[in-house]
């Protein structure tokens, strides 16, 4: 089984974020630069809130809103459910689909260090599915 700390190993090991007072133009350029769909908003080493695509076209697009002149902190959602590292993935991707959401923040100590989206969990959850059964099958075939 796969553990979120296990997730991370295989990613770059970097935190994409912005500052509350970045405006929203730059961090929706900065989602497309680095191909993710959130953001984490932090001061520093603390995490505020969480900016996402979704928060984009509800709390901008859908308002009328100017991207250049609104700012992150404006739209963030502050809410953040975050995960230990040592919470396995089945259970991360549980509490995901109960939550509605698609980014969870790893945090260990009080400190972020990493972040796992919804397909990084799905795909190690497969992988495990897969192992299981290659495992199940060479038992029966002997």
Do not use: C
């Not at 590292?85 to 939550?99: F, V």
């Not at 990493?114 to 190690?124: P, T, Y």
């Amino acid at each position: 089984m796969h553990s979120v700390r296990d997730i991370l190993k295989s990613k770059n090991g970097e935190i994409w974020s912005v500052t509350p007072d970045e405006s929203v133009l730059e961090a929706v350029r900065e989602m497309a630069r680095r191909g993710v769909g959130a953001l984490l908003v932090m001061e520093a080493e603390r995490l505020l809130g969480i900016v996402s695509e979704r928060d984009y076209a509800r709390k901008v697009v859908l308002q009328g809103r100017r991207s250049e002149t609104t700012t992150v902190g404006e739209i963030m959602s502050t809410q953040v459910i975050s995960i230990d590292p040592e919470t396995m993935a089945r259970q991360g991707l549980e509490l995901m689909t109960e939550k509605f959401i698609r980014h969870l923040p790893v945090v260990e100590n009080g400190r972020v260090i990493g972040v796992v989206s919804i397909g990084d969990l799905v795909k190690s959850v497969i992988q495990e599915q897969e192992h299981m059964i290659q495992e199940l099958e060479r038992y029966v075939t002997g």
